[in-house]
């Protein structure tokens, strides 16, 4: 019995002291600026950027991501800049308090995971490392396993630039991955869409009366990139495009000089550099991807600032290119729309 006895008290020995060295013995040579929850908490109150948690144990994963895909500047500046950081090990033994202000500690009733991780983890038993991201409106989600700067930046920018608003993860990260093949430093796209000169443009509609769409193209927004690389220049929406429309590429921060509907628009190198003309289409409202369309008569038909994938982007143009929507609604249109897309089309 006595044995017994000791043989449990050397096991529980043991096992305090792997999870201690899980919390201690662990080095840190990120750039990342890394929060706490308080101070988190304090600081979306004031202003609303993504939040992302690091959940990392002493394992080699967890510190090949924390040192090799933390310590690059550009994924690390991205997190300072775009959101809030917070790392947080599983292991942890200290009290920490959540955003909705309860308090969490390691209890040791989940395997010796603290308490706020396995919450986090959707209390389930967390992968070590993963990455719990919240949205700017507090709704988090769990991408399980190491991240590589290539894997890690999809998920970033798809918060970080409100993707999240628009379609789910996997319709993003299938996109991103078109635009930004692993290793290829360069993307060669040969270009269908027909771009023309917006003066030139509404110059033409006046006597050939076709429709006018114009992109508004943000080289700081890799949203943006991705409609103008493969939702436009998907051949069946960019043979949509050059049939139905004058499409039109602006550079929302050009240097150009543009006269249109009777005035003068320049960039005044004000307001983040942005041009007078992108900043009066957007009502000031500077978010990305964006775009607009006008009728045979110049008129402003509609305006969405979000990004689309081919499929997404699909009926909403036709129902503007086939005249629809001066007799249907948008949503009964929609319920009988047949796409030209195969349910899993591929490049």
Not at 128 to 133: A, R
Request: glycine residues 4%; aromatic residues 16%.
């Amino acid at each position: 019995m006595n044995k017994i006895v000791s043989t449990l008290l050397i096991a529980v020995l043991f096992y305090n002291l792997i999870n201690a060295q899980n919390v201690n013995k662990f080095t840190d040579t990120s750039k990342v600026n890394w929060k706490t929850f308080e101070e988190t908490q304090k600081l979306f109150a004031e202003k609303q950027k993504p939040v992302y948690v690091f959940l990392y144990s002493n394992n080699d994963s967890s510190q090949l991501m924390l040192n090799k895909t933390f310590g690059l500047k550009e994924v690390a500046n991205y997190l300072n800049v775009l959101f809030y950081p917070i790392k947080l090990n599983i292991y942890a033994k200290d009290t920490i308090r959540f955003f909705d202000g309860q308090y969490f500690s390691n209890t040791g009733n989940n395997q010796g995971i603290h308490d706020l991780a396995f919450k986090l983890a959707g209390d389930t038993l967390p992968n070590s490392p993963s990455s719990v991201v919240f949205s700017r409106e507090a709704v988090g989600s769990v991408y399980k396993g190491f991240k590589s700067r290539d894997s890690i930046f999809p998920i970033l920018i798809y918060y970080a630039e409100d993707a999240n608003k628009a379609l789910p993860y996997q319709d993003f990260e299938k996109y991103y991955f078109k635009t930004y093949p692993p290793g290829r430093k360069q993307i060669m796209t040969r270009v269908l869409v027909k771009w023309k000169p917006i003066e030139e443009a509404f110059e033409l509609a006046k006597t050939t009366h076709k429709k006018i769409f114009v992109n508004l193209y943000n080289n700081y927004n890799i949203s943006c990139t991705m409609m103008r690389l493969k939702t436009y220049n998907d051949p069946v929406i960019a043979k949509y495009l050059n049939e139905k429309f004058y499409p039109v590429n602006i550079d929302v921060k050009m240097k150009d000089t543009v006269h249109l509907f009777g005035q003068t628009f320049i960039n005044e190198n004000l307001s983040h550099g942005y041009h007078q003309l992108a900043i009066s289409f957007l009502n000031g409202q500077m978010k990305f991807p964006a775009f607009l369309v006008f009728d045979e008569n110049g008129k402003f038909l509609d305006k969405k600032q979000e990004y689309m994938t081919p499929e997404t982007f699909e009926p909403l143009i036709k129902f503007v290119g086939d005249d629809a929507y001066k007799n249907q609604k948008w949503t009964d249109y929609l319920k009988n729309f047949k796409s030209s897309f195969e349910k899993n089309k591929e490049d």
